[in-house]
């Protein structure tokens, strides 16, 4: 079945401790994976887009990569600003977006 | 340019009432979508819209229906309202295959 995973569902960090996120998939011919930022009780908001094995894309202290079976969100020394539910997803709209990791980054 | 709005933002329903969620969005995008946000499940589609006139079902399209009224709005209606519908739902818009622009959502609630 097509579909990506999220883990871990929660990350709580002190401020400045690096972490990664990982979103693994099993989606074939895969054209691309998207990274999200979601608020409490706001949408998705667009991050990055990955299309191929080898990829990274930086943005502040966020630093996504692609492999052939999975995605890593690198954050580099957080702040308390970081904090928020980060979300992946296919670049197939038929198919359903990863649950989901909340990061929590205490001062 | 508000992007993609969304209404009414909080809604509570008895069990077999109906509904219209209201979705625009004034970025003259071709595809629309509407998705369902449940606690540890992810967005799910419910519906979506490759352009004015098609629309087409997603991965949980039970209970629900839509319209793509022209090429700014869509809406989804619930016919007759379940607590199994009790959810968040997302309206969100898109250029072919770039990343998707979200409204801020609707809370709804069904007892």
């Known amino acids: 079945e097509d579909q990506v995973t999220q883990s871990p569902e929660a990350l709580r960090l002190q401020e400045g401790e690096s972490s990664s996120l990982n979103c693994s998939y099993t989606?074939?011919?895969?054209?691309?994976l998207f990274w999200y930022r979601q608020d409490p009780g706001k949408g998705p908001e667009f991050l990055f887009t990955?299309?191929?094995a080898g990829e990274e894309k930086e943005k502040e202290r966020l630093k996504a990569t692609l492999t052939k079976k999975e995605s890593f969100l690198h954050i580099t020394a957080p702040k308390p600003e970081d904090s928020a539910t980060y979300l992946c997803?296919?670049?197939?709209?038929?198919?359903?977006f990863g649950a989901g990791t909340t990061v929590t980054v205490r001062a | 340019n508000a992007g993609v709005t969304q209404t009414p933002k909080f809604q509570v329903l008895k069990t077999g009432q109906s509904m219209t969620l209201q979705c625009a969005q004034d970025?003259?995008?071709?595809?629309m979508y509407w998705y369902r946000q449940d606690p540890g499940m992810g967005l799910r589609l419910i519906y979506y819209?490759?352009?004015?006139?098609?629309?087409d079902k997603g991965e949980v399209p039970n209970g629900y229906n839509v319209s793509r009224l022209n090429k700014r709005e869509f809406s989804l209606r619930l016919e007759s309202a379940a607590p199994s519908q009790t959810s968040v739902y997302f309206c969100?818009?898109?250029?072919?295959?770039?990343?998707?622009?979200f409204g801020p959502g609707t809370r709804l609630t069904v007892t």
């Open positions: 990955l299309y191929s």
């Open positions: 989606v074939s011919g895969l054209r691309g």
């Open positions: 970025m003259n995008h071709n595809s």
């Open positions: 997803a296919p670049n197939d709209y038929k198919l359903s």
């Open positions: 969100a818009s898109t250029e072919d295959s770039y990343e998707q622009y």
């Open positions: 819209s490759a352009s004015e006139g098609t629309t």
